[in-house]
């Protein structure tokens, strides 16, 4: 007589060991320097509705029949600029600031933690890290977005891609997501020394410039809390230096189209500063936690030859924090305090009192 009860196998047992997951994400890039690789990077990029926020129909017009006929050889062209003989910068930066992380979490004693790296847009994808991670024996994710300050434009896509995700799942992890950590101590912190540490070794500007990604002014209005939490990042920054309000400026880059965009704008202020004869200026980006296009190409080549081109004689960028063991640190406390409760941290958190 046929039985009814299932005795096949059992893909995610509940007898396999528990296991926890700190899925990394940064934005994407695309696999090569080519106007190829370009076209369907940008196209997954420009047309998710939290990064463009136009109607659908009209922007999916202005998307494909304008922008991804111009814009990929012009892109290919900035990307060529910075790739490096082991790939895209901030692919190679993010998996090197996973392993670190990785390696920091298991000397801490953090029991069974797996760290992984998506890209919200290329691979590996959200969706395809999460299912890896599942099969690994994950059933409680944190999710990090490596966006110091929250935007619905990035890590609020990043959730929308996590969500998308999970509710496709017959038995989704448990799930903790980071917000943000614009002004956690341990960030501001590391920060800070980054920057004293190359004043020590190549010297200081006259002045120092931070640089965020700007979004739509229309964003702000709309509630996004973006330019509140850059600007307290650089609140904080101030004081940690001792710097005034002079002598560190805040602008925003990277505006695309004919509606404003948060300001100042960061090649009119380095023009500005340039023509008011400041002549050597130390630019940072404290919004990226990994050097990519918009610090490499943006800002130490594009905007260096605007402050030349205005009377500046040396535009300084200082570097993203990367894989340096200070970021390294405070994103393994930032972890360990998000994923409070979880049995699989309780080791590490008894060894950090």
Known sequence: MPSNHYTGPAPHSADRPVQAGVLLVNLGTPDAPTARALRPYLAEFLGDPRVIEAPRWLWWLVLHGVILRIRPKRSAHAYARVWTPEGSPLKVGSERLAAALQGELDRRDAGPVKVALAMRYGEPSVRRQIEALQGEGVRRLLVLPLYPQYSATSTGSVFDAVADTLKTLRWPPELRLVNDYHDAPGHIAALAASIERWWAEHGRGEKLLLSFHGIPE????????????????????????????????????????????????????????????????????????????????????????????????????????NDSAPQVAHLADLVLRHAQGWPEFAAARESAR
């Open 218 to 321: 229309r964003y702000v209005r709309a509630g996004d809390p973006y330019y509140a939490q850059c600007q307290a990042t650089a609140r904080a920054l101030r004081e940690r230096l001792g710097l005034g309000e002079a002598e560190l400026l805040v602008s925003f880059q990277s505006r695309v189209g004919r509606e404003p965009w948060l300001s100042p704008y960061t090649d009119e202020t380095v023009r500005r500063l340039a023509a008011e004869g400041v002549k050597r200026l130390d630019v940072a980006c404290p919004g990226f936690a990994v050097d990519c296009l918009e610090t490499l190409e943006e800002i130490a080549m594009q905007n260096r030859d605007f402050f030349r081109e205005s009377g500046g004689e040396d535009l300084r960028y200082i570097p993203a924090l």
